[in-house]
């Protein structure tokens, strides 16, 4: 069963007065947006509004998938609460409103959610783009809405570009950790340390924790060397910036109806509180609370605009739903298995994780293509999901795991034993070659960020499921965060996991999901 997020709102320049509403439908996987709705309706209240926004978000839901589950999101605690059987529906006009809703999905398949107004903007936007329209004596048009835009561009036009090849926040990160270590530069180094021949302090210890947990079933990306700027750069948090580009009369209007909708939602579940004075305090203190907001929002978009929160082009992402191959029988064994060993096939728990996996991406329904490393593994794992999906597998070499050379088929503790000085030569550089001459870590990164622009040119705006390995999966989540390459051993990545990476036309990369094994259980 397909699962989606309506998020849904709803505005009156007078309550009543003139009104609009707004609705957003997107995939619960992956967050990408589905379907926008946004209409001037006349005059009318801000309830009504509202109301009529949720028919809109449940109608365009039902449209994509009438089989599909529906969770609703809205920051109008009256319809929330109404909606869930909680409050009684006194309004005339809004009885009949709710009791449409209530019919477009069977009982049972809508959930509801009340949620901050900070966390409704995508809604709100095309509301009050829906009621600008109508000022302007228009309808609302899809083509012309920013609301999306709007949304993802929290940091303003303050924030920096990002350089660099799309989905490669290096250069981003590299900003944002250069600003958090001023003036913190000799703690940091002194921080880092070393033992008495001078290696970093912590590399024994991350010797031994790839040791223990070597291979991830078969690959290497578990074991490596930090010298402490991994913590450097997270001990100081990030605040994430959000300014609002709206007209200040639209968003003092329609704070003004939200203040007003409180004011109804609480005089309706029996609040005693005077209802007029409530909504001036609220409507005073909002502007005032918004105004400050916006100030603080610009200084911090200042100090870490990072390519996640820069403003981001037009138009639906690429985006990437990454699965690790089901178990092999070196897996268990936690063996060196890249793309120069001998290539084994999945086991009957591989086959039984790679169905498991077909199952929920069934449900969900968001999967438009495959693409497969060329590898066995990969091979069956996307061919018993293609038969799911009934969908063709494209397969690309570029997506093949690390060739480890010499180590092939080894425990980490048996290329200890046979190759030690190549191993801490390896743990220590991202540039370092496996005995035998394997792949470097860095040979693979350069691969995968071809083979990964090659991909976002073919698929943009659509979502794409690449079965691929261990190595390539934390690479691209490693570009996409602009993180460093000792990165690569600080991610857990099991057998048949998920994670989830979108990829924007300006070059903004999103990390959505990790390492997800939900399915599994």
């Known amino acids: 069963m397909r699962e989606f997020i309506v998020e849904a709102d709803g505005g009156s320049r007078g309550n009543p007065g003139p009104a609009g509403y707004?609705?957003?439908?997107s995939d619960a996987a992956t967050g990408e947006t589905l379907r926008e709705a946004a209409e001037y309706i006349g005059v009318a209240t801000n309830n009504v509004a509202e109301y009529r926004g949720l028919l809109a978000g449940l109608r365009a839901?039902?449209?994509l998938d009438p089989g599909a589950a529906v969770h609703v999101r809205m920051d109008s605690k009256l319809v929330v609460e109404q909606m869930s059987g909680r409050w009684k529906i006194k309004h005339p006009g809004m009885k009949p409103l709710a009791a449409d809703a209530a019919r477009i999905f069977p009982p049972g398949r809508v959930t509801y959610e009340w949620i901050p107004r900070e966390r409704n903007k995508h809604a709100d936007r095309l509301a009050n783009e829906a009621m600008d329209a109508g000022a302007r004596g228009e309808q609302w048009s899809a083509s012309t809405s920013t609301a999306e835009l709007d949304t993802r561009a929290g940091a303003g036009a303050g924030a920096v570009a990002p350089a660099g090849p799309p989905g490669d926040a290096a250069a981003g990160a590299a900003r944002v950790r250069e600003a958090l270590a001023t003036g913190r530069g000799a703690s940091a180094a002194s921080a880092a340390g070393t033992d008495a021949v001078g290696r970093p302090a912590r590399a024994d210890a991350d010797a031994r924790a790839?040791?223990?947990v070597a291979g991830q079933g078969g690959t290497p990306a578990e074991a490596g060397s930090d010298a402490g700027s991994a913590k450097t750069d997270a001990d100081v948090p990030v605040a994430k910036a959000d300014s609002d580009t709206r007209a200040p009369k639209a968003d003092a209007d329609h704070r003004g109806a939200e203040a007003e909708a409180e004011a109804e939602a609480e005089a309706e579940a029996g609040a005693e509180a005077d209802a007029s004075t409530?909504?001036?305090?609220?409507?005073a203190t909002d502007v005032d609370t918004a105004t400050a907001k916006a100030d603080a929002d610009a200084r911090a978009a200042k100090a870490v605009a990072t390519p996640?929160?820069?403003p981001a082009d037009m138009g639906a992402p690429a985006t990437f739903v990454l699965l690790r191959h089901g178990e092999t029988p070196l897996t268990p064994q936690k063996r060196f298995s890249g793309s120069g060993g001998t290539d084994p096939s999945l086991s009957d728990i591989g086959r039984d994780q790679a169905e498991r996996a077909a199952a929920l991406l069934a449900r969900r329904g968001t999967i438009q293509a495959i693409v497969s490393s060329p590898l066995a593994r990969t091979r069956e794992t996307a061919g018993i999901i293609a038969a799911r999906l009934g969908l063709?597998?494209?397969?690309?070499?570029?997506l093949r795991e690390t060739d480890f050379g010499a180590w092939e088929g080894l425990t980490f503790a048996e290329v200890r034993e046979r190759h030690p000085d190549d191993l801490n030569a390896w743990l220590a550089s991202p540039d370092a070659e496996p005995t035998g001459g394997g792949e470097s870590f860095a040979a693979t990164a350069t691969r995968i960020a071809a083979t990964r622009d090659k991909l976002i040119a073919a698929y943009t705006g659509r979502t794409v499921l690449l079965v691929t390995h261990v190595t390539p999966i934390k690479?691209?989540?490693?570009?996409a965060l602009g993180a460093p390459p000792e990165s690569l051993f600080r991610m857990e990545l099991s057998a048949a996991s998920l994670s989830v990476v979108a990829y924007y036309a300006d070059g903004n990369a999103s990390l959505r999901l990790l390492n997800d094994t939900s399915h599994l259980r």
Request: proline fraction near 0%.
């Open 210 to 212: 790839a040791e223990a």
């Open 22 to 25: 707004g609705a957003v439908v």
């Open 278 to 283: 409530a909504m001036d305090t609220a409507r």
């Open 392 to 398: 063709d597998v494209s397969v690309d070499d570029g």
């Open 61 to 63: 839901a039902h449209e």
């Open 308 to 310: 996640g929160w820069a």
């Open 475 to 479: 690479t691209l989540v490693r570009l």
